[in-house]
Nanobody, 122 residues
Framework: VQLQASGGGLVQAGGSLRLSCAAS????????AAWFRQAPGKERDFVAH???????NYADSVKGRFTISRDNAKNTVYLQMDSLRPEDTAVYYC?????????????????WGQGTLVTVSS
């Protein structure tokens, strides 16, 4: 499966953005899908995961503000980000793996999209 992330941009603190991860080559419903983010000079961190088996899971830092969802008809995974904070600034990556169980490690995912930059100004 190939993944194409989009939707990043510049937003003020408190604002919202929706990221999209369009899949091609195979139905994304066969995979566990996740979003990660990497701030400058930091490691890539787990943000959210979705699968038909385990539902949705979130990092504590985004719980209650971010929502991951999937549209099987459009073969796309979304990340709705609300109440954005400057510390959410990062390059956001979507990822997928045939193993659908909830996992948070970068090495747990086989397929990656290119990143999309989210900048939150204070």
């Amino acid at each position: 499966v190939q993944l194409q992330a989009s939707g990043g941009g510049l937003v003020q603190a408190g604002g919202s953005l929706r990221l999209s991860c369009a899949a091609s080559g195979r139905a994304i419903s066969y995979y566990g899908a996740a979003w990660f983010r990497q701030a400058p000079g930091k490691e890539r961190d787990f943000v959210a995961h979705i699968s038909g088996i385990t539902g949705t899971n979130y990092a504590d830092s985004v719980k209650g503000r971010f929502t991951i969802s999937r549209d099987n008809a459009k073969n796309t995974v979304y990340l709705q980000m609300d109440s954005l904070r400057p510390e959410d600034t990062a390059v956001y990556y979507c990822a997928a793996d045939p193993w659908s169980r909830f996992r948070i490690g970068v090495r747990d995912y086989t397929y990656w999209g290119q990143g999309t930059l989210v900048t939150v100004s204070s």
